[in-house]
């Protein structure tokens, strides 16, 4: 039994070098067709905006809160009078 698992294996590991002329280009291309299908769908045009709007929103919130970060800062820089 031992020496058929071995043929068995070789077999497989032969089968599998074996692989035809250009699959490289043909993978690329598949690729290349699948990222255009995705890119061009509503759903990602979707995403695509949503995260603009969140992220326009993380911006303004930090803004906001630099701002009020500066505002305390100099407030505590001003000698008090008494």
């Known amino acids: 039994m031992v020496p058929e698992q071995k043929k068995e294996s070789e077999n497989k590991s032969e089968q599998s070098q074996e692989k035809p002329e250009g699959w490289i280009e043909k993978t690329e291309e598949f690729l290349d067709e699948a990222a255009e299908k995705i890119h061009n769908s ?30 305390n800062s100099k407030e505590q820089d001003k000698p008090e009078d008494k």
């Open 42 to 71: 509503e759903s990602y045009k979707k995403v695509g905006k949503t995260a603009e709007k969140a992220t326009l929103s993380l911006f303004r919130a930090a803004g906001r809160w630099w701002g009020k970060a500066e505002h």
